[in-house]
């Protein structure tokens, strides 16, 4: 049977060992080889640190409460749907969006990486890569949510969604009681990046 | 076996510590270490599976202690080298970096929004028939491990290796990583999402309705007796 390269000499071993000088050195390296442009890196991070966010996953969440149209054509083929906002990109090449109910509560992870939908949420929180949620969402998601201050009622279902593939999830929030009168703003404001992952509830008005 | 990145249903790692919702980077060299690894990545010597392979890989010791994006730098660096891209002499500094014959292939600024957005689809025209459908049992592959190359890529968590589940729907045709990371093609097969109850993958279910779904390839998966 063939088998998988040497797990020894590591080659991030022959760079700076702490890891802001060995960010620093491999840039160097590839700059120096023409691998790089740093303007493009420049660019890269302004387009994660200000342009790609959760804003774009709220106003597809408030689509769907609002227009029974695009919550329906949403569940059925949520990647063509998103698309058509403009939303598709890397890591959101293929999604489904999943929504709770008084029935079902539903929660995404990666517990192999970090797999999360960039393009309607952007980069992923500290904790959602963290080794805690990794190994805990999926075999105690109550525990963890209570650590996100949620409490489930007891007959309502957790699913949990692990993303082992190049599925996305998006969480749609259950819409809260007495906001029938707000408009799209204000109803975007109620949903948190937290809750389109489905470690929080949407806001109260 | 699995790997130390293989961590669903571990025990012992504490508390979820929640963070404000504009919260991107911990540290100035968070987005650097990203924007590295997606620049690199677009010089095109490795997909995505070999990436994903490439972080798992680091030792157990070092997977464990590395933050979050050093890990990624630690799989970049074995990507460079393991492609050729870059010598492990020029990554020590003890020989002058050549230019490299890939540097024309080097993103630019003004090409960023366009690779961002392009993005790298992963489904495929349906060669293999589906064989399952919704409402299926089926009962996944016992050993979380590749097939075909010993200590090789998955996607199978262990957590669910051997676990009778229940198939939700199709998801269509995708590359499949456990050929992909390693030079074997790209070996679509239809795609699955598979509910399993929370009562199949642990002794202790927090509770008798909830969960979990996990996308599995067809070759994941056998019929339930």
Known sequence: MPHAHSDHDDPHALLPSDPALRVKALETLLVQKGLIDPAALDEIIDTYENKIGPRNGARVVVKAWTDPGFRAALLEDATAVVADLGYYGRQGEHMVAVENTDELHNMGVCTLCSCYPWPLLGIPPGWYKSDAYRARAVREPRKVLAEFGVTLPEHRAVRVWDSTAEMRYLVIPQRPEGTEGMDEEALMGLVSRDSMIGTALAGTP | ?225
């Open chain 2, 1 to 225: 076996m699995s790997r130390v990145h293989d961590m669903g249903g571990r025990f012992g790692d504490g508390p979820v510590v929640p963070e404000a919702g504009d919260v991107r980077f911990h540290a100035d060299w968070h987005p650097r270490a990203l924007a590295l690894t997606l620049a690199s990545g677009s010089l095109g010597q490795w997909n995505l599976d070999t990436s994903r392979h490439a972080r798992e890989r680091l030792s157990p010791k070092d997977y464990s202690r590395f933050f979050y994006y050093e890990k990624w730098m630690g799989g970049l660096a074995t990507l460079l080298v393991d492609s050729g891209t870059v010598s492990r002499a020029e990554l020590a500094g003890t020989v002058p970096p050549e230019r490299s014959p890939l540097a024309d292939r080097a993103l630019k600024a003004d090409q960023v929004a366009a690779v961002l957005a392009k993005g790298g689809p992963v489904d495929r025209p349906g060669t293999i028939a589906a064989c399952f459908a919704p409402g299926d049992l089926v009962v996944a592959r016992r050993f979380a491990e590749n097939e075909k190359i010993d200590g090789g890529h998955t996607r199978l968590p262990s957590y669910a290796a051997g676990a009778r589940g229940r198939i939700l729907r199709l998801h269509g045709t995708h590359i499949l990583p456990d050929a992909h990371a390693h030079g074997l093609g790209e070996a679509p097969e239809p795609l699955y999402a598979v509910a399993f109850a929370a009562s199949q993958l642990w002794a202790h279910p927090e509770h008798p309705r909830d969960e979990v779904v996990l996308d599995m390839w067809q070759s994941y998966l056998t019929p339930a007796a």
